[in-house]
């Protein structure tokens, strides 16, 4: 059983967009109200950053590295050390032992109920510290200026913020490009890396119920 927080307050505040308060909005406690487990959103959050990784070094073993045809002295009687190829792994320039190759697979599998979990333990956390806030709606003008004056008027302001939105618009997301410190993501594609690397989440009322029914579901 998923345990729930205990006597909460699930409101959140609602700015317009004019960065001021315009009221509280109540959240479900079936999305909001799920008392986080670190465990559960550390094992999610290694298996995502996993599955993003790519196996890039690559190296070359006796057998694939040019050269190292010929012996290079006969066998007995120079006095030296017994050596068949200048490409054994002890020789400079010789083939690696066991190392790195392209072909490793660090690919984790995730149980799609416990992403979901620690999807809803992450979203319940920012309720808890007060890091999740909603807004009406954006400002009229998609410019970055705009937008910097904006998030200026509200409590994320110089901190790492994730806006959610139902949609992403072109021209918004070019204007959010210069933003250092606000991240641009649909609701419904929200993960826990989003989540636990950004400080403040800002979601619009469109975007909150696509979530909600992507998290219901």
């Known amino acids: 059983m ?12 609602v700015y317009n967009q004019e960065g001021k308060e ?9 999305i909001f109200g799920i008392k986080p487990k670190e465990s559960v959103v550390h094992q999610v959050y290694v298996s995502i950053c996993a599955n993003l990784r790519e ?3 690559d190296t070359k073993n006796k ?20 050596h068949g ?20 697979n660090y690919k984790q599998k995730i149980n799609k109920s416990m992403n979901q979990l620690a ?19 954006l400002p009229t003008e ?11 008027q509200l409590p994320c302001v110089n901190r790492k913020t994730l806006l959610l939105l139902s949609k992403v618009d072109e021209n918004l997301n070019r204007a959010t490009r210069n933003l250092q410190k606000l991240f641009l993501k649909k609701a ?19 975007g909150l119920e696509q979530l909600e029914k992507r998290l219901l579901k």
């Open 142 to 152: 998609n410019k970055t200026k705009v937008l910097a004056n904006w998030l200026k």
């Open 55 to 57: 196996p890039w070094a």
């Open 85 to 104: 190829s200048i490409r054994s792994p002890i020789w400079k320039g010789g083939g690696i032992t066991f190392g790195p190759l392209s072909t490793r």
């Open 2 to 13: 998923v345990k729930e927080l205990e006597k909460k307050n699930l409101s959140v505040k």
């Open 22 to 30: 315009s009221g509280e909005l109540n959240l479900n406690e079936k």
């Open 119 to 137: 999807t809803l333990m992450c979203l319940s956390d920012k309720v808890n510290d007060g890091k999740l806030l909603i807004v009406d709606s």
């Open 63 to 82: 057998g694939e590295v040019r050269g190292g045809g010929r012996k290079p002295w006969k066998q007995k009687g120079t006095g030296r050390a017994r």
């Open 188 to 206: 419904v594609d929200v993960s826990v890396k989003d989540l636990l690397r950004n400080q403040y989440v800002l979601i619009t009322k469109d």
